[in-house]
């Protein structure tokens, strides 16, 4: 499983995933959700605004990215 840090307490589902280098733009972002292609934590998650925390595990395309 990757890992990717991040520096504040807390990062919005979106921002991750463009952090974590899964898309390149918001409008990805959207696409990708909308479709229901995110997991966190094992479950789908449509909200590109949750709170991700140290800890959460985002899925996308059979990948795991733990957030550190």
């Not at 292609?37 to 733990?66: A, F, Y």
């Amino acid at each position: 499983m990757d890992e990717v840090s991040i520096t504040g307490e807390m990062i919005r589902l979106g921002q991750f995933l463009k952090l974590a280098g899964a898309v390149d733009t918001g409008a990805e972002v959207k696409d990708l959700l909308g479709d229901g292609l995110v997991t966190v934590n094992g479950e789908v998650d449509i909200r590109r605004g949750r709170q991700l925390h140290r800890g959460d595990v985002v899925g996308l395309d059979g990948k795991s990215v733990r957030i550190v």
